[in-house]
């Protein structure tokens, strides 16, 4: 839409929640709750995005500095959602409208603002409304029989401190969300005053303004309650963070993933899957996550920013740490069957028919296809070629206390059980290490090669036994 400012209010001290942390940026699906509103107004199409920012300004700046296209209005003291919107003006454009959000009330939808914005039609005082059975909190919308109109107008909101016994019957009220045409804004704004119970400046004020200087005021109805609603104690987050994985879980479903239990997944980024892809109870899923078709994830995973490909068995307990930086990249092949309880680090790429089993760990590190670490083992810095047989409790020993060097295992290698395989290294294609070896020095192709005391028999030994007492 053409010269649609959103003004995000951002400015209250958020008392209730406890915590040293600003309340906008207390986390809701993995993403800010300031970041939650500025998707949708960035999926709005606005032209200027203010941001209003007064109780610890500096860190609510700073977390969201990766948004060049933000404009930051500093409200000192904060006297007011009236006088936040008023901080903002200056830098709004001279006509369209200003859609005025919270930055506490993250889970909006840009469907219900269109519509708001519809109603509006760019010259309307236009307020989201809701009808709230308890509305105990809220602006309740004053309505009164209009001669002009014919039906009830709109002709203030008052506030819950505010309202006298009958007011507080009402049950409409406003959700916090209006649009205002830019003409009026700076003229409206002028004419708040802080006549009231809490001595602020209160945006819902504009209404009564609106209509004193003969301007009509419209509203749109949502049913959503959780749209509308904003987080100003722990629970409040809580129960939005449940709402809004909800919905993920039903637009997955929607395209055709398989949930154990659509109450029992946390996506905290995004999670991108393909066809017949099921996931059992309890997975989270962090940053960017795809799955290919087909790929079963077993109960308990935790899978953060990695491309999983097609009919990958991940067994339960996985944990995969993918990094978004290019050397942190970690993708699985196809076919590959990792689990239960594998640990796989930034920098792993595994080949197609890999298996990676418990209690294994892989860092920065190359699988090529259809090779093997089935048991308590582990493997860092390592470039592992195909069909390898790493075995149960083998280490690459990549850190020498000041640097990390590399492990090369070319292809077909067999390494036995309980080898210390100390990096830099290279062991030959075919080689074979004998279990229980520590090799230091690169080995050769197609050989054995093993490093081990020769055992020792002692016939006449006895194993000792205790004493008598004397
Ligand atoms: C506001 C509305 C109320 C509505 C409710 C919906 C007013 C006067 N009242 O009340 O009618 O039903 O929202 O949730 O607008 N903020 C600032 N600077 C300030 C004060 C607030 O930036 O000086 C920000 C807050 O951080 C918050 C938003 O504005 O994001 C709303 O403020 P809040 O104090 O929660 O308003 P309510 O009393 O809930
Ligand atoms: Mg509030």
């Not at 207390?26 to 800010?32: A, D, V």
């Not at 509203?219 to 309650?225: G, R």
């Not at 195909?386 to 000041?402: E, K, M, P, Q, W």
Request: proline share 4%.
């Amino acid at each position: 839409m053409n010269d649609l400012n959103v003004v995000i209010m951002a400015g209250g001290k958020g008392t209730r929640m406890k915590s040293k942390l600003p309340k906008v940026l207390n986390e809701l699906g993995g993403q800010t709750l300031i970041e939650h509103v500025i998707k949708v107004a960035q999926s709005l199409g606005a032209s200027r995005k203010i941001v209003v920012v007064g109780h610890q300004a500096a860190e609510v700046q700073a977390a969201l500095s990766a948004h060049p296209d933000l404009t930051f209005a500093l409200q000192e003291p904060q006297l007011g959602t009236g006088h936040a919107v008023q901080m903002a003006q200056p830098y709004v454009s001279e006509q369209g409208v200003t859609l005025v959000l919270s930055g506490d009330v993250p889970l909006i939808t840009p469907e219900t603002l269109t519509k708001l914005l519809q109603v509006s039609a760019g010259e309307h005082l236009t307020l989201l409304t809701l009808n709230a059975p308890n509305p105990f909190g809220y602006g309740r919308v004053l309505k009164l029989q209009s001669q002009r109109l014919g039906q009830t107008e709109i002709v203030g909101i008052v506030e819950e401190k505010d309202a006298s016994p009958k007011e507080r019957l009402i049950q409409e009220v406003y959700t916090g969300v209006m649009v205002i045409p830019n003409v009026h804004l700076k003229a409206w704004l002028a004419k708040l005053a802080n006549h009231n119970v809490q001595k602020e400046y209160y945006l819902t004020d504009l209404v009564k303004i609106a209509v004193e200087s003969g301007h009509v005021v419209l509203s749109h109805q949502t049913h959503d309650v959780v749209e509308v609603s904003g987080v100003n104690d722990p629970a409040q987050l809580a129960f939005l963070e449940r709402a809004h994985q909800e919905r993920l879980a039903h637009a997955l479903m929607l395209n055709g993933v398989r949930l154990a239990d659509p109450k029992r997944i946390d996506v905290r980024g995004e999670l991108v899957c393909g066809s017949e892809v099921s996931i059992d109870v309890g997975c989270v899923f962090e940053g960017r996550v795809s799955l290919g078709q087909g790929t079963k994830v077993g109960a308990y995973c935790v899978l953060s920013n990695v491309e999983v490909g097609p009919g990958v068995t991940l067994k339960p307990f996985t944990h995969i740490e993918g990094g978004l930086k290019e050397s942190e990249a970690v993708s699985i092949g196809e076919g590959a069957q990792l689990g239960p309880f594998s640990r796989i680090r930034p920098g792993t790429r595994l080949g197609a028919q890999v298996h990676v089993g418990n209690f294994v760990e892989i860092k920065n590190s190359t699988l090529g296809e259809g090779s093997k670490a089935n048991h308590l083992a582990y493997l860092g810095d390592a470039s592992v070629g195909a069909r390898v047989n790493y075995g149960a409790g083998s280490i690459t020993a990549n850190y020498d206390g000041a640097n990390k060097h590399k492990t090369t295992i070319e292809d077909d290698v067999h390494v036995g059980s309980n080898s210390v395989l100390v990096a830099p290294l290279t062991l030959g294609a075919g080689g074979t290490v004998g279990a229980g070896s520590t090799i230091t020095k690169d080995t050769p192709s197609g050989a054995l090669t093993v490093s081990r005391a020769k055992a020792v028999t002692l016939s006449n030994w006895s194993r000792p036994s205790k004493k008598d007492k004397p």
